[in-house]
């Protein structure tokens, strides 16, 4: 097979979106053309960058769906993912594969892009899946944490398959299976279910964008998964967004982010000024939304709408986020000790494995207010075993290949060989 041609297709926010820009980018170095498939409010990034864009929805359809107060939600938020982003885009990425050659092209696609993995098994491509958080891969041994109530990787099996079977048949699977079977009926094939399951994944090849010391591959993990290590890459690579602000960084200051595009942060950024105030904490509060930020911030609190994290983490003392895998790895990278109040998606899982590599600590949402806050920045601060730990996973993850580069060669690689 001559493949001359890469469609890259992603449902998500800026932390889905910039490691498949990164991909496209590498492959057209490489020679190959591409087009990047995602909502319209990313078309500029990957335009920058020269990587062709075909749109799923507009950037008004996308505003509405990062806005609904559920989307963040431990159980609701799926519905709203699913019926604002995954179902409406499912035909849409299947009419857009149909107009490239299958003999030519090979489609890359994040789990939630059904349409491109119906694209794949009726049409003929060569289908490759990007994933890039852990929690995706149900396992019955190391099990991923779903939510703050869910089974844990210690629960005992029998909880564990009772509450994927729940997950499934009252949740997942009644919101999606109208959508993905009526088109693979009329592509001629057979209904799935457990679409969360198995059929998340491509049957060819996974790339699990995370390292293996991060959450180590399972017995019951697709065979196909190859894992490459994290991607590392955020808006500082595009010139419109890239700026440094060295002023912010006397004494060592908090970063506080929910998120830069969250617009259900204020309940977080109220919690941290009150801990700030208190403490006399020197901070920086980060987000993109006014309506998140206090309107009478404390004289040692100042807020950014956008700082890189590739480039200004160093000058911070310690990181409180939500939990996105993004930030989450890019404090690794710089040695940066992190507190996670995670709310939903993969964020509680993240949050867990953070604590179990003891780089950091969480608070669930029952648990989040500002004395607990105040609490957990004293203990994750002062603490010198989580200081040596986070300087060893910092100068373990800055050794390792580049994960972008790495996965370019597997999936060079296995297309030659298929």
Same mark, same amino acid.
């Given at each position: 097979?001559?493949?001359?041609?890469?469609?890259?297709?992603?449902?998500?926010?800026?932390?889905?979106?910039?490691?498949?820009?990164?991909?496209?980018?590498?492959?057209?170095?490489?020679?190959?053309?591409?087009?990047?498939?995602?909502?319209?409010?990313?078309?500029?990034?990957?335009?920058?960058?020269?990587?062709?864009?075909?749109?799923?929805?507009?950037?008004? /359809?996308?505003?509405?769906?990062?806005?609904? +107060?559920?989307?963040?939600?431990?159980?609701?938020?799926?519905?709203?993912?699913?019926?604002?982003?995954?179902?409406?885009?499912?035909?849409?990425?299947?009419?857009?594969?149909?107009?490239?050659? +299958?003999?030519?092209?090979?489609?890359?696609?994040?789990?939630?892009?059904?349409?491109?993995?119906?694209?794949?098994?009726?049409?003929?491509?060569?289908?490759?899946?990007?994933?890039?958080?852990?929690?995706?891969?149900?396992?019955?041994?190391?099990?991923?944490?779903?939510?703050?109530?869910?089974?844990?990787?210690?629960?005992?099996?029998?909880?564990?398959?009772?509450?994927? =079977?729940?997950?499934?048949?009252?949740?997942?699977?009644?919101?999606?299976?109208?959508?993905?079977?009526?088109?693979?009926?009329?592509?001629?094939?057979?209904?799935?279910?457990?679409?969360?399951?198995?059929?998340?994944?491509?049957?060819?090849?996974?790339?699990?964008?995370?390292?293996? =010391?991060?959450?180590?591959?399972?017995?019951?993990? +697709?065979?196909?998964?190859?894992?490459?290590?994290?991607?590392?890459?955020?808006?500082?690579?595009?010139?419109? *967004?890239?700026?440094?602000?060295?002023?912010?960084?006397?004494?060592?200051?908090?970063?506080?982010?929910?998120?830069?595009?969250?617009?259900?942060?204020?309940?977080?950024?109220?919690?941290?000024?009150?801990?700030?105030?208190?403490?006399? =904490?020197?901070?920086?509060?980060?987000?993109?939304?006014?309506?998140?930020?206090?309107?009478?911030?404390?004289?040692?609190?100042?807020?950014?709408?956008?700082?890189?994290?590739?480039?200004?983490?160093?000058?911070?003392?310690?990181?409180?986020?939500?939990?996105?895998?993004?930030?989450?790895?890019?404090?690794?990278?710089?040695?940066?000790?992190?507190?996670?109040?995670?709310?939903?998606? *993969?964020?509680? *899982?993240?949050?867990?494995?953070?604590?179990?590599?003891?780089?950091?600590?969480?608070?669930?949402?029952?648990?989040?207010?500002?004395?607990?806050?105040?609490?957990?920045?004293?203990?994750?601060?002062?603490?010198?075993?989580?200081?040596?730990?986070?300087?060893?996973?910092? /100068?373990?993850?800055?050794? /390792?290949?580049?994960?972008?580069?790495?996965?370019?060669?597997?999936?060079?690689?296995?297309?030659?060989?298929?």
């Amino acid at each position: 097979m001559k493949i001359k041609n890469f469609l890259l297709f992603t449902i998500g926010s800026s932390g889905d979106v910039f490691p498949m820009i990164a991909l496209a980018e590498n492959l057209q170095k490489k020679g190959y053309s591409t087009c990047f498939i995602a909502v319209e409010a990313f078309r500029k990034y990957s335009e920058e960058k020269g990587i062709p864009f075909l749109s799923l929805a507009s950037e008004e /359809e996308y505003l509405n769906a990062v806005r609904n +107060p559920d989307i963040f939600h431990p159980y609701r938020g799926f519905s709203v993912v699913a019926r604002t982003g995954i179902i409406p885009a499912i035909r849409r990425m299947f009419e857009i594969a149909r107009n490239y050659d +299958p003999s030519e092209t090979a489609i890359l696609s994040s789990g939630l892009c059904f349409g491109a993995k119906i694209a794949g098994e009726a049409l003929g491509f060569a289908h490759i899946g990007i994933h890039l958080q852990p929690v995706v891969f149900r396992s019955l041994y190391d099990t991923p944490q779903m939510t703050p109530t869910s089974p844990s990787a210690g629960s005992p099996r029998f909880l564990k398959k009772l509450f994927y =079977w729940i997950t499934d048949n009252l949740i997942i699977d009644p919101i999606l299976k109208k959508e993905i079977n009526g088109l693979r009926k009329e592509q001629n094939l057979p209904p799935v279910k457990s679409f969360f399951g198995n059929y998340f994944f491509s049957n060819e090849l996974n790339l699990a964008l995370f390292p293996e =010391w991060f959450a180590k591959k399972q017995m019951d993990w +697709p065979d196909s998964t190859r894992q490459v290590g994290f991607p590392l890459y955020d808006r500082f690579q595009f010139g419109s *967004d890239s700026s440094s602000d060295e002023d912010v960084f006397l004494n060592k200051p908090i970063l506080f982010t929910a998120g830069t595009g969250n617009h259900h942060a204020k309940a977080f950024f109220e919690m941290a000024a009150e801990a700030c105030l208190e403490k006399r =904490w020197k901070a920086v509060f980060l987000s993109s939304v006014d309506e998140n930020i206090p309107k009478n911030l404390p004289p040692n609190v100042i807020r950014k709408k956008f700082i890189p994290l590739s480039t200004n983490l160093p000058g911070f003392s310690l990181l409180v986020h939500h939990g996105g895998i993004g930030t989450l790895s890019q404090a690794i990278y710089h040695g940066i000790p992190q507190i996670i109040l995670p709310q939903s998606h *993969d964020q509680p *899982d993240n949050a867990v494995r953070i604590r179990r590599l003891g780089i950091g600590d969480y608070l669930y949402p029952k648990q989040q207010n500002s004395k607990n806050l105040i609490n957990a920045i004293e203990i994750v601060r002062d603490s010198g075993f989580i200081y040596k730990n986070c300087q060893f996973y910092s /100068e373990k993850l800055q050794s /390792e290949e580049n994960s972008i580069e790495l996965s370019t060669k597997y999936i060079l690689e296995f297309l030659i060989q298929r």
